[in-house]
């Protein structure tokens, strides 16, 4: 009987126990799948590359809250903020140039426009060597800056042999030396630009002597003095007579020529009648009044960035963006390409972001032959962007595009698809598909299709 009893009680217990545990599979009815114990799986590991298979959706951390908003990363619904400099700091990426690529239309100026005028809230400053279309120009003066025009009867002229502001910490001879390899460089790309080929080693010499006699006449010489020095030599050399000298300079002077009385005169012939202040936030050489073909404009640039180049030298000038809008049309210069190898190699050393606009990655093609040192230039400018951001690209530039920058298969298919301010960016080896947001002021001061959506009543389009 004794047994009955405690058989009794311990089964009572029993179900009082039962009664305050959940039940083994769970709760329930509306409180199932909450349990007090914890879910317990076994462990699994694998490489990232495995897990990235398994879970295909999760999306990328993005690159950090410094630098300046661009807009919106389309795979995360982040926000997106880039600064190649800070980047370029932590170790993403090797140098902080970037190369922009897209077919007309996408918002390749207007993102460039975006990334340049936010980033002087940063303290940085911009320059835009080169702008055929003058569109920047409104930009410029908008965030107190300078747009200088070049022609179309504007009475504003530019030395470029001027010498540009000098470094404090050169003795008076290594700054003449400076100046003399400076002006010499310019001599040689407006030459190249000028008879569209090579120099032979003659002309080389012709053009020394020429640069010698000139800086002899005036501390600061005009290319007109070059021009004459090298259509009527007065000095000889060893190995080359006066007579000798001018006529192995005579075709260089001629083509030479067109830069001081042929049709750019006015604009290279005499001393410089502004400055150019570095201290300006931005600083944009519009030539949209020059008319004529590629090569022209490419002279025109490669003194008048030579002319901005001296003051970009300067050590003391700080962070700043030099942006190459329309690279397209440039690229077909070989000697302005050098001129831009040049400033690439030199970005770090001077805090230079430079960007590079263009079409497709194949317009870097359209300059020399195959195997030609040229095209080898433009394709180390390439190289030497270590951020690419693809806006929309024609199907048939798909495989090529994704070869070039180790696209993979998905990317690829996005790059058609791209809408206008939407991009493929390849930040080292990351990827972003960022849709840049543009302010409603800023889209009105970057308009660039104006024209195009204007109704016949003269009213904009709504
Ligand atoms: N992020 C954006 N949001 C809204 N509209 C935009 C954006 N980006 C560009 N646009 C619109 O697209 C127009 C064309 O842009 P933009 O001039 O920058 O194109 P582009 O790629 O530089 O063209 P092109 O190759 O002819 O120079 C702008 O005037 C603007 O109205
Ligand atoms: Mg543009």
């Not at 569109?135 to 200088?148: D, F, M, N, T």
């Not at 951020?387 to 998905?410: C, D, H, M, N, V």
Request: overall charge negative; some cysteine.
């Amino acid at each position: 009987m004794q047994h009955d009893v405690t058989v009794g009680r311990h089964e009572e217990q029993e179900q009082e126990h039962q009664a305050t545990l959940l039940p083994a599979p769970g709760e329930i009815g509306p409180e199932a799948l909450r349990s007090l114990r914890h879910l317990r799986v076994p462990t699994h590991r694998a490489t990232s590359d495995t897990v990235a298979g398994a879970y295909p959706f999760l999306a990328e951390a993005g690159l950090g809250g410094e630098g300046v908003y661009v807009g919106q990363d389309a795979w995360s619904g982040g926000g997106f903020c880039f600064d190649p400099w800070a980047l370029y700091r932590q170790g993403v990426i090797t140098n902080p140039n970037c190369l922009l690529a897209g077919v007309v239309g996408k918002g390749k100026s207007c993102l460039a426009k975006s990334l340049a005028t936010r980033s002087i809230a940063f303290g940085r400053r911009v320059y835009v060597p080169g702008d055929p279309k003058g569109e920047w120009s409104a930009v410029a003066r908008a965030v107190g800056g300078a747009a200088i025009q070049l022609g179309g009867g504007s009475a504003n002229r530019l030395n470029p042999m001027d010498p540009g502001p000098r470094v404090g910490t050169v003795d008076d001879l290594q700054w003449a030396t400076l100046v003399r390899i400076r002006r010499r460089t310019l001599l040689g790309s407006l030459s190249e630009s000028a008879l569209g080929r090579p120099l032979s080693s003659v002309e080389h010499t012709a053009l020394d002597v020429a640069l010698d006699e000139a800086i002899a006449e005036s501390p600061t010489p005009t290319l007109p003095s070059v021009v004459d020095a090298l259509l009527e030599p007065k000095s000889s050399r060893p190995g080359a007579t006066c007579a000798e000298l001018a006529r192995d300079g005579r075709d260089l002077g001629h083509a030479m020529r067109r830069l001081v009385s042929g049709d750019l005169a006015g604009l290279f012939d005499g001393p410089s009648t502004i400055v150019f202040d570095p201290s300006l936030p931005m600083v944009s050489l519009d030539l949209s009044q020059i008319q004529g073909a590629d090569q022209l404009i490419a002279m025109v640039m490669t003194c008048a960035s030579a002319w901005m180049e001296a003051a970009l030298a300067a050590p003391d000038g700080g962070q700043r963006w030099v942006v190459y809008d329309e690279a397209w049309r440039l690229m077909r210069q070989p000697a302005l390409l050098a001129r831009m190898q040049s400033q690439w190699k030199l970005c770090r050393g001077l805090g230079i972001a430079n960007l590079l606009i263009v079409h497709r990655l194949s317009d870097l093609d359209a300059v020399g032959n195959s195997n030609s040192e040229a095209r080898a230039l433009a394709r180390g400018l390439l190289a030497d962007c270590s951020t690419k951001i693809i806006y929309q690209q024609e199907i048939s530039e798909g495989p090529r595009t994704a070869l070039e920058l180790g696209l993979s298969s998905a990317e690829q298919a996005q790059l058609p698809d791209l809408q206008v301010g939407e991009g493929l960016w390849r930040v080292g080896n990351r990827a972003f598909v960022v849709r840049h947001v543009a302010t409603e002021n800023e889209l009105r001061l970057f308009d660039t299709s104006s024209r195009m959506t204007v109704q016949l009543n003269g009213f904009p389009e709504t």
